[in-house]
Nanobody, 113 residues
Framework: VQLQASGGGLVQAGGSLRLSCTAS????????MGWYRQASGKQRELVAVITSGGGTRYADSVKGRFTISRDNAKHTVALQMNSLKPEDTAVYYC????????WGQGTQVTVSS
């Protein structure tokens, strides 16, 4: 399984970005997908998860601002990020959980104040 993430960039506080992650292989529709992030000098943390059944879970810090979604036909998971804050600055990693954990390469999100 390979995960290819895209959509990061530089945005001003209050702005929006949409991250996308495409997975290879045939296990996508049966897998839980998620986004994690790691800020400089900090541990990697969960941002949002969407289960194979479509259930979602968010970190408290992003609730109401971020939305995770998936398209099983396209093998993609997306993270819509609105009302971005400087503290959202981090490298964002796509994550797939099936028989084991798979990680994408990470995409940088920088929010300027």
């Amino acid at each position: 399984v390979q995960l290819q993430a895209s959509g990061g960039g530089l945005v001003q506080a209050g702005g929006s970005l949409r991250l996308s992650c495409t997975a290879s292989g045939s296990i996508f529709s049966n897998s839980d997908m998620g986004w994690y992030r790691q800020a400089s000098g900090k541990q990697r943390e969960l941002v949002a998860v969407i289960t194979s059944g479509g259930g979602t879970r968010y970190a408290d810090s992003v609730k109401g601002r971020f939305t995770i979604s998936r398209d099983n036909a396209k093998h993609t998971v997306a993270l819509q990020m609105n009302s971005l804050k400087p503290e959202d600055t981090a490298v964002y990693y796509c994550h797939l959980n099936y028989d084991q954990i798979y990680w994408g390469q990470g995409t940088q999100v920088t929010v300027s104040s």
